[in-house]
């Protein structure tokens, strides 16, 4: 099993980023997807998840209206869309697959700074 994130990086607050995660070694389709954050001296929390039904989406407050999850079963790939980044938005994004345990990738640093 392999998570991968990418498409994190350093901008400018306001602006946005793309991330992607691409997932292979278990049958991506049938897994509810997530992504989490971790701040530096924070502890983990959760950001957004994406199931595959009609509208089956889910995010944090801190992020609704800002950050859109959404999958590409065919490529096995989850993304989120970061627009409006604020200072308070950087941390480590994690790509999580199921629930409870899971899987989890390595990480993409985010950094929202001018």
């Known amino acids: 099993v392999q998570l991968v994130e990418s498409g994190g990086g350093l901008v400018q607050p306001g602006g946005s980023l793309r991330l992607s995660c691409a997932a292979s070694g278990f049958t991506f389709s049938t897994y509810v997807m997530s992504w989490y954050r971790q701040a530096p001296g924070k502890e983990r929390e959760w950001v957004a998840l994406?199931?595959?039904?009609?509208?089956?989406?889910a995010y944090a407050n801190s992020v609704k209206g800002r950050l859109t999850i959404s999958r590409d079963n065919a490529k096995s790939t989850v993304y989120l869309q970061m627009n409006n980044l604020k200072p308070e938005d950087t941390a480590v994004y994690y790509c999580?697959?199921?629930?409870?345990?899971?899987?989890w990738g390595r990480g993409t640093q985010v950094t929202v700074s001018s």
């Open positions: 994406i199931t595959n039904a009609v509208d089956g989406s």
């Open positions: 999580h697959a199921g629930l409870g345990g899971g899987y």
